[in-house]
DNA sequence: AAGAAACCTGAACGATGATTCAAAAATAAG
DNA sequence: CTTATTTTTGAATCATCGTTCAGGTTTCTT
C-alpha cells in the first residue's frame, strides 16, 4: 500500500504545482523546471511521474475535470425541479472549489491551448458535450422547444465569460456572489 | 509616398498571415518561420518591419482593435436611443468584419496571453475598459441604478462567451445569427 | 544612367528548454 | 545488516527558434 501512496501524494503536489506556476507564467512560457522548484522537486522527477510536459498537462487538466464533475454530480443530488438543477448546474462552475482565480487562469490556458493539443482536446470536448446536454435536458422542461437552443447557448456563453472575467481579475473572486448572480441570469433566461 | 505605401502593404501582408498562422497553431507554438512562409516572406523580414516576435504580435492586436473600433463608431452614428446603441455595441462585436472563426481564435490566443505581456495586457485592458464604459452608461439610462452592474456584467460575460465558442467552432460561424441572438439577450436582460 | 535608399534573405549565432540517462539517495523487504 | 526496489537528481543531449548581420536585389531620385 505504501508503495501507491508515495506516488499519488507526488502527482497531487505536483499538480498542485502546476496549477500554480502556470497561472503565474502561462500555459506555453512555464517551463520543467518552474514547475519542479515551484514544488520543491527538479524536473526530471516530473518526467519519472507524468512521462512529458504533456503529459502533466493533461494530468492537471483531468484533475479540474474530476472536480467539476464531482461538483456537478453533488448539487444534482439535491435538486428536484428542472430548475433547481439548472441552478445546480451553475452552482457547480462557481463552486468555492473550483471557482478560483488562478484556477479560472488555467482552465483559461487549457481552453486556448485545446485545440492545438489532441490530448487536451478530447478532455476538452467530452466536458463540453457533457454539460451542453444537461443544460439542454433541464432547459427542455421548462421552455416550448424552439426557446431551448437559444437559451442554453446564452447560459453556456455567460458560464465561459465569467469564467473568463474571473481569469483576469487582479483581486480575488468570490463564489458565492457569482453564483447569486448566475441564478438571476437564469431566471431572467426561463423568464 | 510610394516609400511610405510599401511598408503599409507589407504591414498589412504580415498582419493577416499572422492571423491566420496563430489560428492554425496556436500564438504560443508558432514560429517566425511558419508565419513568414504563410505570408511568402522570409523570417528575416518580419524582424526588419516589426522588430521582434512580440512587436509583430502587439501589431496584431492593434489591428483588431482598430477593426473593433471602427465597427462600434459605425453602429453608434446611426443609433439613436439607448437601447439601439446597446444593441450597436453588441452588432459591433458581431459584425461581418470581426466574427469570423480566425479571428475569434486569435483573439482567444490573446485573451490568454495578455496577462503574460506587458504589451498586450495594456491593449487589452484599454479595450476592456472603453467597452465597459459604453454598456454601463447605455445601461444606466434604461435600468435603475442597483441593476446596471449585473447587467453589465451578464451582457459582457455573454459577449465574451460567444466569442470564446466561436473560436472553438469547426465549422463557419454566422455573424447575423450572432446578432439576432444578442438582441434576444439584451432584450431579456432589460426585461 | 548612376547613386542612394529601401527592401529582402540565407546563413550563422546564441540562448533556451524538454528529455534522457547513469548513478546516487532513500526506502522497503528479507 | 544486506539486498532489492523505488525515488530523485545533476549533467549531458538534442532540438528548436528568435534574432542578427552581411551582402544582394529592387525601387526611387536626380
Redesign the pocket.
Known amino acids: 500500500m ?2 501507491k501512496r ?2 499519488d501524494i ?1 502527482n497531487e503536489e505536483l499538480i498542485e504545482a502546476t496549477i500554480v506556476a502556470v497561472h503565474k507564467r502561462g500555459y506555453s512560457v ?4 518552474e514547475i ?1 522548484q515551484e514544488a ?6 516530473i ?3 507524468f ?4 503529459g502533466l498537462m493533461e494530468a492537471t487538466m483531468r484533475h479540474l475535470l474530476r472536480k467539476l464533475r464531482i461538483a456537478m454530480i453533488e448539487g444534482y443530488g439535491a435538486a428536484q425541479t428542472p430548475k433547481e438543477r439548472l441552478y445546480a448546474v451553475m452552482d457547480a462552475n462557481f463552486s468555492d472549489a473550483l471557482f478560483t482565480v488562478p484556477q479560472c487562469s488555467i482552465w483559461m490556458q487549457f481552453w486556448a491551448n485545446a485545440p492545438y493539443s489532441p490530448r487536451l482536446a478530447r478532455l476538452h470536448r467530452i466536458n463540453r458535450t457533457r454539460v451542453r446536454s444537461h443544460v439542454r435536458a433541464e432547459l427542455a422542461n421548462i421552455l416550448p422547444a424552439e426557446r431551448v437552443e437559444t437559451a442554453r447557448s446564452a447560459l453556456q456563453c455567460y458560464m465561459d465569460g465569467v469564467w473568463l472575467e474571473a481569469a483576469q481579475s487582479e483581486s480575488a473572486v468570490n463564489a458565492e456572489t457569482a453564483r447569486q448572480a448566475a441564478h438571476q441570469v437564469v431566471d431572467l433566461t426561463l423568464s
Do not use: L
Open positions: 505504501g508503495r508515495i506516488r507526488r512555464v517551463t520543467m523546471a519542479a520543491g522537486a527538479s524536473a526530471a522527477s518526467n519519472y511521474y512521462g512529458s510536459k504533456e
